[in-house]
C-alpha cells in the first residue's frame, strides 16, 4: 500500500480492526498463552523508542515461539479478504465425522487460509473445543466421540475473523470410510423419528417398554424412512 496515504495508513476497519484481529487470531495459532505474550514482550523492549514493521512482529514471535509465521503473514498481513467456512458433521458409533469446506473473500489474492479452525461442541453436560488443522479447500476429518453434540459451530470463541456455518449432514461420508450404519434421530423421541443410511433388506422393528413390537417393516430401497407418533407415545432407540 501507499505509505503516503493518510486515509489508507489510518483506515479503521483495514489499520486498526484488522491488525488486533491479526493479533488476536495470531495467539489462538500459538495456543500457548506464557509464550504468546512473552513474544509480545520481547517485541516491545526490542523496539521501545523505534519504528518496526510487521516483518519485525513477526520475526520476535518467531525468535520466542519458535514457530515459523511466513505462511501466516502472507495470508493474513500481506492477503487480502478472510475464510469462509462451511461445516458438515455426523455423528454415529461413538465417532464424530467432519468435512470443513473453506472459500475465500479474496481467492485471486488469498485463495487458501491455513490458520486451525475452532470447533465447538456442546453437549447435554458441558462442551468442547476441538482444533481442526485444515488442508485445503476441503478437509475431512474424524475423531471418537462418546455421546452426540446437541449443538455444534464453527469458531465460537471468534478467534478468526472469518463468515462460517454448521449443519448436521445425515449421509455425510468420509472419503475412505465405510458406508455409515443406520441411524434413528431424534433419540429418545416423542412425536416423530426418521431412520437414517437404511439399505435394501433392513429390517426396523420398533418395541414399547413390554417388549411388544408395535411397528416392523423391511426396507426395499435405500434412503431414510420417516415415522409419526400417536400422542403421548416416547421412543428410545437403542
Given amino acids: 500500500d501507499d505509505t503516503t496515504n493518510i486515509s489508507r495508513i489510518f483506515d479503521g476497519r483495514l489499520t486498526y480492526y484488522k491488525g488486533a484481529f491479526i493479533i488476536h487470531t495470531l495467539r489462538w495459532l500459538v495456543n500457548n498463552d506464557p509464550l504468546f505474550f512473552a513474544g509480545l ?3 516491545l523492549q526490542k523496539f521501545a523508542y523505534r519504528t518496526a514493521t510487521g516483518a519485525d512482529f513477526r520475526d520476535a514471535i518467531e525468535e520466542i515461539t519458535g514457530l515459523d509465521l511466513n505462511e501466516f503473514f502472507e ?3 500481506y492477503g487480502e479478504g478472510h475464510p469462509i467456512y ?3 458433521w455426523y455423528h454415529s458409533s461413538g465417532q464424530f465425522f467432519g468435512k470443513l469446506s473453506q472459500s475465500t473473500s479474496k481467492p485471486v489474492v488469498t485463495p487458501y487460509f491455513s490458520v486451525p479452525v475452532p470447533v465447538f461442541l ?11 488443522n485444515p488442508t485445503g479447500s476441503t478437509t475431512f476429518f474424524t475423531f471418537p466421540l462418546h455421546q452426540m ?5 464453527v469458531d465460537k470463541p471468534n478467534w478468526i475473523a472469518a463468515k462460517d456455518t454448521a449443519f448436521f449432514n ?3 461420508k468420509v472419503d475412505g470410510s ?3 450404519m443406520p441411524i434413528a434421530l431424534p433419540n429418545p423421541a416423542l412425536d416423530f423419528i426418521i431412520f437414517h443410511h437404511l439399505t435394501p433388506g433392513c429390517r426396523l422393528a420398533i418395541t414399547n417398554i413390554s417388549g411388544q413390537i408395535i411397528f416392523e417393516h423391511t426396507v426395499k430401497e435405500s434412503g431414510s424412512l420417516s415415522l409419526i407418533f400417536r400422542s403421548g407415545l416416547k421412543v428410545f432407540i437403542s
Fill in 41 to 43: 514482550q520481547h517485541f
Fill in 75 to 77: 495470508q493474513w498481513y
Fill in 86 to 88: 462451511q461445516l458438515e
Fill in 122 to 132: 456442546k453437549f447435554i453436560h458441558g462442551d468442547t473445543l476441538v482444533r481442526v
Fill in 149 to 153: 453434540p446437541t449443538y455444534v459451530e
Fill in 170 to 172: 445425515p449421509v455425510l
Fill in 178 to 180: 465405510e458406508d455409515f
